[in-house]
């Protein structure tokens, strides 16, 4: 669209808003309905470790939406000289997992325990067990478990729990609904159903100490939806809770909510079966879209779905670019005290390209680059650790090089389960995060690491907000066409992309880089430990 038709779409409403709250960024995306971003905005934030715990402040939530809001409008008006008054569609999109758990009257019982935490471990390991399927520490049904083998006294009064972007999205249209994507980090799904699995929450009901309490599992879960259908309509109230402002008219379609992961998958095309993507960001995570069930259970593997409800084999870490970002602020303040002021993308272009005249091994350095714990490695608190030997060959190249290799680590060891013993192959893996913003660095890194080629596409920086905007797109649309066809036919016309296959040295030099790596676990976190036969 050029300028005029772009300012006639605003000004009839046919303009669509992708919502997403991100481990540190909330951001608002708004598209016309041929897919480009117009206008954009965002609120920063962090998580708190409290009392044991890593969460969010509820009220935030609220500020960080309606900042970013409100910086989006202030957009538009600036580039179109037209209020934001009207938008046909809406997708709300955050952190998945975690566990935020409401009496009847919709009051928060306790603060919102995120995808972070693993403090679960009791509780997933007897609910893996109970299920014969994998239930990661990170799920919500993991929290409510171990809140019951705590004897948490909230659990008698809880009347539904969900994840974020429900949370979100039934603040703003009254609906307790999930997307099967997001739905699929809150309890087990059916694929062939879409629903949460019947023997599941059966097994679930009939525990001794769940059955106790006057709440059926069943009636506290939000309701399931995939994508392309219509999860209600933007209320007055809610209206007033996006736009501060107060110019925003009620009554846009809201999209199933979905997890950052789904997001993810539409963002990168990455639907289908057979393909893949790695999301990279505070935390990562691989998504592996299935064409044939895993002979069997694995710790470290989730099986989720994609928002249009297929089977995805997971790997998730908790830690990926946070000691990146630690490292680059300390870099920067010695820039400040020379004088030298860099904005972000240069500070850490001239640090990832660094890395680019390391040693294939990274010098013998090592890098556990945990700000909480992890589980697949099994370390159950955040102790970032940076470790040479007399003889490492310490430079800046090899120490950048090491937080790149360091950043994949976790996500290596899980991805060799898929790929050594599942034997898991994807016609197609693409890659998305600001780690990628600077060119060609990143990515190769990651392609030696699992030793399979890396595609990055020009979107790569945009991520879930950009795709939850598509989604919501795609709801308003009421069509029967399916997920991957409208990605493939419409959205995806002429993708601008760039592949990189990996390099023989430098796969011979992160897998001597991993080793040593694993040789500093501990024994029980040694490759395969984590397998549940």
Not at 74 to 80: I, L, N, T
Not at 83 to 108: N, P, Q, R
Not at 281 to 310: A, C, E, Q
Request: proline share 5%.
């Amino acid at each position: 669209m050029n300028l005029v038709e772009t300012t006639r779409a605003i000004e009839a409403g046919e303009v669509s808003l992708g919502i997403e709250l991100g481990s540190t960024r909330i951001k608002a995306v708004l598209v016309t309905d041929d897919f480009n971003t117009i206008a954009s905005g965002s609120y920063v934030w962090e998580n708190r470790f409290e009392d044991g715990v890593w969460t969010y402040p509820i009220d935030e939530v609220w500020t960080g939406i309606q900042q970013s809001y409100t910086q989006m409008a202030a957009d538009v008006q600036s580039k179109y000289h037209s209020a934001l008054t009207k938008i046909s569609a809406v997708g709300v999109s955050a952190m998945m997992h975690g566990y935020l758990a409401f009496d009847k009257s919709g009051e928060l019982l306790v603060p919102f325990r995120t995808w972070r935490n693993n403090i679960t471990e009791q509780s997933a390991d007897e609910l893996t067990k109970l299920f014969n399927f994998n239930i990661p520490q990170r799920w919500s049904i993991a929290h409510l478990y171990q809140a019951i083998l705590n004897g948490e006294d909230h659990v008698r009064n809880v009347n539904f729990i969900t994840s974020l972007a429900g949370y979100v999205t039934w603040k703003l249209s009254g609906e307790k609904v999930l997307g099967v994507g997001d739905a699929s980090g809150v309890f087990p799904i059916d694929d062939k159903t879409g629903s949460y699995d019947k023997e599941m929450l059966k097994k679930f009901s009939n525990l001794d100490n769940v059955k106790q309490y006057p709440w059926d599992i069943e009636d506290i879960l939000p309701d399931i939806l995939p994508a392309g259908k219509v999860a209600g309509h933007l209320t007055a109230d809610g209206a007033k809770l996006l736009d501060a402002n107060g110019n925003l008219e009620a009554g846009s379609v809201m999209a199933p909510p979905e997890g950052d992961a789904g997001t993810g998958m539409v963002g990168t095309n990455s639907v289908r079966k057979r393909t893949g993507n790695i999301s990279v960001g505070t935390s990562s995570f691989s998504m592996n879209v299935l064409d044939k069930p895993l002979t069997k259970v694995y710790r470290d593997i989730d099986i989720v779905m994609t928002p249009d409800g297929s089977p995805v084999a997971m790997v998730h870490i908790n830690n990926c670019s946070s000691d990146i970002n630690a490292w680059a602020s300390v870099f920067n303040e010695f820039a400040q005290r020379l004088g030298v002021e860099l904005k972000p993308d240069r500070l850490y272009e001239t640090l990832f390209l660094e890395a680019a005249k390391a040693d294939p091994d990274a010098g013998g350095l090592v890098n556990y680059s945990y700000q909480s714990g992890e589980n697949i490695t099994k370390i159950k608190a955040g102790r970032p650790l940076f470790v040479r030997t007399p003889n490492s060959k310490f430079s800046l190249p090899n120490f950048m090089q090491t937080q790149l290799y360091a950043a994949f680590a976790p996500l290596k060891i899980g991805m060799d389960i898929l790929i050594n013993q599942e034997h898991v192959h994807t016609d197609v893996m693409i890659a998305q995060g600001g780690l990628f913003r600077t060119p060609v660095i990143g990515q190769q890194v990651l392609a030696n690491a699992l030793n399979v080629p890396i595609t990055v596409m020009s979107t790569a920086g945009e991520g879930g907000p950009w795709g939850m905007a598509v989604l919501a797109v795609y709801a308003k649309r009421d069509t029967d066409e399916s997920l991957e066809d409208f990605l493939d036919q419409e959205v995806f016309t002429n993708p601008e992309s760039m592949t990189l296959s990996p390099e023989p040295e430098g796969v011979a030099g992160y897998q001597k880089f991993i080793e040593k790596y694993q040789a500093g676990l501990p024994v029980e976190a040694a490759a395969g430990d984590a397998i549940s036969d």
